[in-house]
């Protein structure tokens, strides 16, 4: 069910961004689910009338990106003290689109890491949601490009933001 709202979402809302081809692989190789994150209970849906609209989560885990099944085996744990947590996997239907989804599932991840005693988050950006992040406090820090099994690069952005208890 995720990994068809997330197909769904990257095909209408990264037209333009990313060429067809890398698209297609990209949702074949890289996007989807990371089931260690609902393993570890830090993966969240959001609901309307009970149909899911949209997922995200975040990880005290070291892995950056991509999918990963509920075989694969567990990643070695960030630190909170010395690490950032890892926002992860942002899956918004395009018919909800634009209507607070994708803000509601950041603060919820935001508040479990900070909950957990992260003081910081990052995340690799795919390119249209960068204007997503930077709205809610995010900073560029930099370039990641992940490696497609045909060679290709998927281009993302680092970002960064520093976390603060709300008062
Ligand atoms: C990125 C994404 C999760 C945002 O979800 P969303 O529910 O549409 O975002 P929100 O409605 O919560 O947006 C909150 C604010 O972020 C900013 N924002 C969101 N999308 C934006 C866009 N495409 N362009 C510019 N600003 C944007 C706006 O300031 C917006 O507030 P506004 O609508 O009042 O102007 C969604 O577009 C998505 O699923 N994209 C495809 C998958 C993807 O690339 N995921 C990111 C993986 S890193």
Redesign the pocket.
């Known amino acids: 069910m995720i990994e068809a709202l ?1 197909a769904r ?2 095909r209408a ?2 037209a333009g961004a990313y060429d067809d081809a890398i698209i297609n692989e990209a949702i074949d190789h890289a996007y989807g689910v990371d089931w260690q994150l609902v393993r570890d209970g830090t993966y969240f849906v959001a609901a309307i009338a009970g149909s899911v609209v ?1 997922a ?1 989560g975040w990880s005290y885990r070291q892995t950056i990106a991509g999918a990963h099944g509920p075989d694969d085996p567990p990643a070695n744990l960030l630190s909170p003290v010395a690490d950032a947590a890892r926002i992860r ?4 239907d395009p018919d ?11 603060s919820a991840s935001e508040r479990a890491a900070l909950d957990m005693g992260f003081t910081r988050a990052e ?4 390119l ?2 960068v ?3 930077a ?2 406090g995010y900073e560029p820090a930099g370039r990641y490009d992940l490696a497609l099994p045909s060679g290709r690069l998927l281009e ?1 952005r680092l970002m960064t933001k520093r976390l603060i208890l709300p008062a």
């Open positions: 997330a979402s990257i809302l990264h949209g995200g996997a942002f899956y918004v909800y689109a634009r209507r607070g989804v994708g803000v509601l599932l950041l995340l690799t950006a795919t249209p949601a204007p997503f992040y709205a809610y993302l």
